[in-house]
Nanobody, 122 residues
Framework: VQLQAFGGGLVQAGGSLRLSCAAS????????MGWFRQAPGKGREFVAA????????RYADSVKGRFTISRDNAKNTVYPQMNSLKPEDTAVYYC????????????????WGQGTQVTVSS
């Protein structure tokens, strides 16, 4: 499966962004999807994940209550809606896919898209 993330940009603190991850290739609806981020000088951090049919989600404590992940399998797309953004949310955001489970560990994912930069100014 091929993944492409887009929708990043520059936003002021308190603002919102909606990222998208478009998937193509094999039956995308079979895949659990995750989002991770990586800030300069830091490791890749789990953000959110959603199961293949979209009825189960999980979030990192740092984004819980501010971010919402959803998916539209008819459009093969996953959307993290990011609200109340903070400067510490600044990072490159990556989407990932796996057949096994909507994990919070990056190494569990077999497929990755290129990142999209999110910058939150204070």
């Amino acid at each position: 499966v091929q993944l492409q993330a887009f929708g990043g940009g520059l936003v002021q603190a308190g603002g919102s962004l909606r990222l998208s991850c478009a998937a193509s290739g094999r039956t995308v609806s079979r895949y659990h999807m995750g989002w991770f981020r990586q800030a300069p000088g830091k490791g890749r951090e789990f953000v959110a994940a959603i199961n293949s049919i979209g009825d189960s989600t999980r979030y990192a404590d740092s984004v819980k209550g501010r971010f919402t992940i959803s998916r539209d399998n008819a459009k093969n797309t996953v959307y993290p809606q990011m609200n109340s953004l903070k400067p510490e949310d600044t990072a490159v955001y990556y989407c990932a896919a796996d057949l096994t489970r909507p994990a919070s560990i990056a190494t569990m994912y077999d497929y990755w898209g290129q990142g999209t930069q999110v910058t939150v100014s204070s």
